[in-house]
Nanobody
């Protein structure tokens, strides 16, 4: 069984920074894409950023230049450094891991709340 555990959420003022971390545990074969998604109240879950096992990064337009994703392939962890936070970044942030197996199985964390407010 694969488990993803997020940490690092909290309350921050506009313009502030937070760093989210996600650690995967269990029997994990061929970890491939890792990423962060978020879901605000009343909205659908949306992609924030992803990073492949080779280090290729992708960002949603809304976070480009403010957020940075990184990963440690040996530890199977993924971080999200969030700078210049805005109230519209408020959401529950979820970590996702997709394997490079034939089924392209995916796993999700339970989420961590990020609130940007003065």
């Amino acid at each position: 069984q694969v488990h993803l555990v997020e940490s690092g959420g909290g309350l921050v003022q506009p313009g502030g920074s937070l760093r989210l971390s996600c650690a995967a545990s269990g029997v994990i074969f061929a970890p491939d894409v890792m990423g962060w998604y978020r879901q605000a109240p009343g909205k659908e879950r949306e992609l924030v950023a992803t990073i492949t096992s080779r280090g290729n990064e992708y960002y949603a337009d809304s976070v480009k230049g403010r957020f940075t994703i990184s990963r440690d392939n040996a530890k199977i962890t993924v971080d999200l450094q969030m700078n210049s936070l805005k109230p519209e970044d408020t959401a529950v942030y979820y970590c996702r891991l997709q394997l490079a197996d034939m089924f392209r199985r995916e796993y999700w964390g339970q989420g961590t709340q990020v609130t940007v407010s003065s």
